[in-house]
């Protein structure tokens, strides 16, 4: 099982920019997760999911866009990127929602210069 | 007053002692308790979870858990080097589907 995996691994933008950051599990999760990290930061929720087709704001949405078509996939779009955006980005899912842990991807380390 | 707060370090404890970590949390009604280890530039990996009052052991690793308190603490027995890192506690919302971070202790391990 590869677990969670996220692509790529570092990306520079320039401000105003769009970019897809992917998000894949193959755990069969029903619930996923996207989270940003700024530096000597916790983790800020962004966007989750529950399942296909049902997708909710976490605590700084702006800025952002999700879409979940199937199980496996949660794709987190920036339409017009912002310095502000820059940060790195988890992506995580869960088996049955918050009792039970997290899995993360390994990340995306995002510039917007 | 944050929903999970941790101490940012950082915590310095030398090669064999015992680290205590410790988190509060604001939502009398939380569920789900977690720790994570973060080494640096890497992602967060679950070390323990504790759901009820108590402690709970695995290996050197001990999380205790006071509802009453709203407190939950990780002690690290017999510290290793590899033992340093940040450790982010984080609780689940009683009904939620999210958990809520705090932003983590740093802890280094001295030789």
């Known amino acids: 099982n590869a677990g969670v995996t996220q692509t790529p691994k570092f990306r520079i933008l320039k401000i105003g920019q769009s970019m897809t950051l992917q998000c894949a599990q193959d755990?069969?999760?029903?619930?996923m997760y996207w989270y940003r990290q700024d530096p000597g930061m916790g983790l800020k929720l962004i966007y989750y999911?529950?399942?296909?087709?049902?997708?909710d704001k976490g605590e700084v949405p702006n800025g952002y866009n999700v879409s979940r078509s199937t199980t496996e996939d949660f794709p987190l779009r920036l339409e017009l990127a912002a310095p502000s955006q820059t940060s790195v980005y988890f992506c995580a899912s869960s088996r049955t929602g918050s009792g039970s842990p997290l899995h993360f991807g390994n990340g995306t380390r995002l510039t917007v210069t | 007053q944050k929903e999970v707060e941790q101490n940012s370090g950082p915590l310095s404890v030398p090669e064999g002692a015992i680290a205590s970590l410790n988190c509060t949390y604001s939502d009398r009604v939380s569920q789900s308790f977690f720790w994570y280890r973060q080494y640096s530039g890497k992602s967060p990996e679950l070390i323990m979870s504790?759901?009820?009052?108590g402690d709970k052991e695995d290996g050197r690793f001990t999380a205790q858990l006071n509802k009453a308190s709203q407190y939950v603490s990780l002690l690290i027995r017999d510290s290793q080097p590899s033992d340093s890192a940040t450790y982010l506690c984080a609780v689940s919302p009683g009904g939620g589907n999210k958990l809520t971070f705090g932003t983590g202790t740093q802890l280094k391990v001295e030789l």
């Open positions: 755990m069969n999760h029903n619930y």
């Open positions: 999911s529950v399942g296909a087709g049902i997708t």
């Open positions: 504790i759901y009820s009052n």
